[in-house]
C-alpha cells in the first residue's frame, strides 16, 4: 500500500524535497517537472510534494525533455530545485549555453533513477555552484513509499560511489538468494521497506 504523507515527510526530513528552499533565502520554493507522473520522482518527489509543501510546480510544454526549455523555464520561474536523472544532468552542465541562463535561485539539485558517476557529482559542482554542496542522489521506488537512502552534501569521495545511508523510517538490507541477511561489503539483493 502506498503512503502518500510519508513518502512527502521522508524527503522533507532529509532536505531532499524538489523546490524545498533554504529559510531566507527570498525564494519561493519552486521545481520543474521534469519525471513523468506515474515515476516516484515525478509522482511522490515533484507533485505530492508540491501540494503537501505549497511548492510551485513548473510543468514544461509536451513532448521530450529538453535541457535548454528547462534551463529558460528555471531562469523564467525562479526554480529552487531540480530532480532529475543522470542522463539530464549531464546535458545540463554539458550545455553550450549554460553560462547564459540566470540559474541565482537554483539552491540544490537531487535526483535518482540510475547510478549517478562520480565525475557527473564533480562536474555539476562546478557548473552549478548555486546549487548547494552538491547533488543529493537517491535510491528507492514506488513500491516502498519512495526513496529508501541518500547521498547528502556535504560528499566525500566514499559517498560518490554510494547510494547512501536509509532515510528515516526506512530499514535497508542486503541479503542472500535465500533472503539471509549478509554481512557488509557482501554482494547481494537489496531488501527495502519505509513507514509507507
Known amino acids: 500500500h502506498f ?33 513523468p507522473l506515474f515515476h516516484m520522482s515525478g509522482l511522490l518527489g515533484q507533485l505530492a510534494n508540491a501540494v503537501t509543501w505549497g511548492i510551485t510546480l513548473v510543468v514544461p510544454p509536451p513532448g ?14 525562479r526554480v529552487t530545485t531540480w530532480s532529475l536523472v543522470p542522463t539530464q544532468l549531464w546535458r545540463i552542465v554539458d550545455h553550450p549555453d549554460l ?42 521506488m514506488t513500491e516502498a513509499s519512495g526513496t529508501l537512502t541518500l547521498v ?19 530499514e535497508v538490507e542486503v541479503r542472500d538468494t535465500d533472503g539471509r541477511p549478509l554481512p557488509e561489503g557482501e554482494v547481494g539483493q537489496i531488501w527495502g521497506r519505509s513507514g509507507g
Open 3 to 35: 503512503c502518500w504523507s510519508a513518502a512527502a515527510t521522508n524527503l522533507v526530513h532529509h532536505l531532499a524535497v524538489p523546490g524545498a528552499s533554504t529559510p531566507g533565502s527570498g525564494n519561493p520554493p519552486a521545481v520543474v517537472a521534469s519525471a
Open 64 to 77: 521530450r525533455w529538453d535541457a535548454t526549455t528547462h534551463l529558460e523555464l528555471t531562469e523564467r520561474h
Open 99 to 140: 553560462d547564459r541562463f540566470d540559474l541565482s535561485s537554483l539552491e540544490a539539485v537531487g535526483g535518482g533513477g540510475a547510478t549517478f558517476p562520480p565525475e557527473l557529482l564533480r562536474r555539476a559542482a562546478e557548473r552549478l555552484p548555486g546549487a548547494g554542496a552538491g547533488v543529493r542522489v537517491g535510491y528507492g
Open 152 to 170: 547528502l552534501p556535504p560528499v566525500t569521495d566514499a559517498d560518490l560511489a554510494s547510494v547512501g545511508g536509509a532515510t528515516a523510517g526506512s
